[in-house]
């Protein structure tokens, strides 16, 4: 449109299609928008014609532009015609000068666990490619190149085939781990590494085959803490769309999964970005606009490495998860999933054969089990005990009555029973918490009420996502409450349709380290991170003391169900669960959860430890004594 209203003979341009190019360009180049034009002025000169004044404004790549300019029409009988010169697009621009556009990537920020160890940062990969004109036999090299990535030769066909390849070019096929010369020279280096070297070498003898280092996110803890971390992937079109005018550009990366995800605006920083005018030869006559690079933050979490690694090695062979926290301050120490994968292949890139092995895979590792819900089993009874004595539905010593291994409240039950593992005698909290009593909580949940219990869960969080950094599955007791005596029975024990949330849980327990108050879980070190109480005498205080010495004896006591766990010099408290998922009360093949919170009072050389862990499976493999004795292991190498 602007073309058709230029006098065509006084103007400074060739032809209509490179004007439109050479406008479009720019303006595109410079990420043009909200483009305003104002101050316009008008004189009429005594030829006729006209000069225009007006102040243009601008958004860039690089920030605001303004700047005023002068415009001339000339006139004839057929009206006015704009007299172009190039000058139009920036006062100081000629018809041979160029503008010139130069970024400065930012530096994505680093995720630091709670001693400044990298989590994430930028690390060095190696790329293997192709330099054409070293072949010697095209077809030999690509074959061989393909076996040893997994990938098709059509593949690395096409890349070699783009139109900027030159025979001197380096065309990268894909990006691998770097062998590390230290991992060679330890005393006793990795087999698997030995072998990927060997494999190189052997690579790196066929003509045209080179490897050249190249930076990249890496995740140091790999598998280890991949569902808390995340990934970045490269930005792509829907990337742009969704994140219109907040600086992202293809040749970035954005958060996908994790902290990476969470964090990203914190992150990822802004580019630097010159924009200049320059003359033929290449030479900068002015700059138009500059922003200078702002690197991205770092985000400094609670998150304990080495801790975080203890627990994934205990449990990575498992479908679990695992959430540890100082209970006095609520700071998250490690957030586990397993089983797991390495986050680091998908900044390197995964082939279709990789990515289907990861997603069809049974176990699901790619599913972030903290997030979940699960049957909590008898690890709840602690907390339906402390709610039953707050409300005085109960006390500490009263005698609910020795009902034997199965026991129902009338004949309204039908065939329907509570069962219980142990025959013990008095019947009182201490004793049922020890040997795990699911008739005693039976008994308990009933005498406080369906009302009052819903009420107390209320108050817990129940039914509301907990405030944390990563979105949690809210913890619930049936989305229509206590519907019967059965269901509410059942709940007492951590059965019925009860279902919680492994942070919310650890949470929950807090309580029975803080007087009755439960403290908000907080994973990131934010300005004025502190102690914080979410919720204010969940418990009682007299509530705590009592639950917590029938914790301690859960453990000290050889009858404990969490005795395997006990650890002589240390004040352990804790409780076991074992939940059943099936069915119907005489289904067989159902599965059981194991469940087992402990809680660890600070030593001299180790602050405070709340972990709650959680794992499929475990029937036939021990039950919650399966996730007891790993604990046991986890809590004595905590305290090395």
């Known amino acids: 449109q602007m073309y058709a209203m230029l006098d065509q003979k006084k103007s400074s341009m060739n032809s209509k299609e490179e004007f439109i190019e050479r406008n479009s360009k720019i303006y595109e180049g410079i990420e043009m928008s909200d483009l305003s034009i104002t101050d316009i002025t008008v004189k009429r000169q005594e030829n006729g014609n006209a000069a225009v004044s007006y102040t243009t404004n601008m958004q860039t790549a690089a920030g605001n532009v303004e700047f005023t300019n002068d415009a001339v029409f000339s006139h004839d009988w057929t009206g006015y015609h704009l007299i172009w010169q190039d000058q139009l697009i920036f006062p100081e621009l000629s018809a041979t000068d160029k503008v010139q556009v130069t970024l400065e990537e930012a530096k994505r920020g680093n995720i630091l666990d ?44 096409d890349k070699l085939e783009a139109g900027w390849v030159k025979a001197d070019s380096f065309v990268p096929v894909a990006t691998i781990p770097k062998i590390q010369e230290v991992d060679l020279l330890t005393v006793n280096p990795d087999k698997t590494v030995l072998e990927e070297k060997e494999k190189q070498d052997t690579l790196l003898k066929i003509p045209g085959i080179m490897l050249s280092d190249v930076k990249v996110r890496t995740y140091y803890l790999k598998e280890v803490a991949s569902h808390l971390v995340g990934y970045v992937q490269a930005v792509t079109a829907e990337d742009l769309q969704e994140h219109k005018g907040e600086g992202y550009r293809t040749n970035s990366v954005i958060g996908k999964t994790g902290l ?23 030479n900068k ?73 990861l997603n069809e895979n049974e176990d699901r590792p790619l599913y972030n089990r903290f997030r979940q819900t699960w049957c909590p089993g008898s690890t709840f009874k602690p907390v339906i005990a402390a709610i039953g004595l707050k409300v005085g539905a109960f006390t500490a010593n009263d005698d609910f ?112 380290s803080n007087n009755g108050n439960m403290l908000k879980p ?11 109480v979410l919720k204010e005498t969940i418990f009682t205080k007299q509530a705590v003391n009592t639950v917590n010495e029938a914790m301690r004896q859960v453990i000290r006591d050889p009858s404990g169900t969490g005795h395997a766990a006990n650890i002589e010099g240390v004040d352990l408290r804790g409780k076991t669960g074992t939940a059943e998922i099936k069915q119907s ?9 194991g469940w087992f919170v402990t809680i660890m009072p600070a030593t001299n050389n180790r602050e405070a430890l709340e972990l709650v862990s959680m794992t499929e499976n475990v029937k036939k493999r021990g039950g919650s004594g399966y996730v007891v004795n790993k604990t046991k292991k986890i809590m004595e190498e905590y305290l090395q």
Not at 131 to 146: C, F, H, S, W
Not at 260 to 282: F, M, Q, R, S
Not at 411 to 428: F, K, N, R
Not at 523 to 531: A, D, I, T, Y
Request: charged residues 25%.
């Open 114 to 157: 709670r001693n400044g160890r990298q989590l994430a940062g930028e690390g060095t990969a190696s790329s293997v490619g192709i330099v054409p004109g070293r072949m010697e036999n095209r077809e030999d090299t690509i074959k061989k190149l393909a076996e040893y990535l997994g990938i098709g030769a059509d593949e690395i066909e």
């Open 260 to 282: 990476e995800t969470l964090y990203e605006k914190e992150l990822k920083g802004t580019d630097g970005c010159e924009i200049c005018i320059v003359d033929a030869n290449g």
């Open 285 to 357: 006559k002015s700059v138009i606009a500059y922003e200078p690079r702002k690197d991205g933050e770092d985000i400094h979490t609670t998150i304990d490495g080495d801790l975080q690694s203890t627990l994934y090695e205990q449990f990575k062979e498992d479908r679990g998860c695992s959430v540890a926290l100082n209970p006095y301050t609520g700071e998250v120490l490690a957030l586990v999933s397993t089983p797991s994968y390495d986050n680091n292949d998908f900044v390197r890139g995964m082939d279709n054969s990789q990515w289907s092995a």
């Open 401 to 512: 009555g020795n009902e034997g291994l199965a026991w129902q409240k009338d004949s309204s039950w039908g065939d329907y029973t509570v069962t219980t593992l142990h025959d013990y005698e008095p019947v009182i909290l201490k004793n049922a918490l020890i040997y795990s009593d699911n008739i005693y909580f039976a008994k308990a949940a009933l005498k406080i009420g369906k009302d009052t219990l819903k009420d107390q869960l209320d108050n817990l969080g129940f039914g509301e996502s907990l405030k944390f950094t990563f979105g949690l599955n809210a913890s619930s007791y049936g989305s229509e409450g206590f519907t019967s005596d059965i269901q509410l029975a059942d709940s007492g024990y951590g059965q019925g349709k009860m279902m919680v949330n492994p942070v919310h849980m650890a949470a929950i327990y807090t309580a029975f």
């Open 522 to 532: 907080y994973l990131v070190k934010e300005n004025g991170s502190k102690k914080q």
């Open 585 to 593: 009360q005489t289904d067989t093949k159902g599965t059981e959860i």
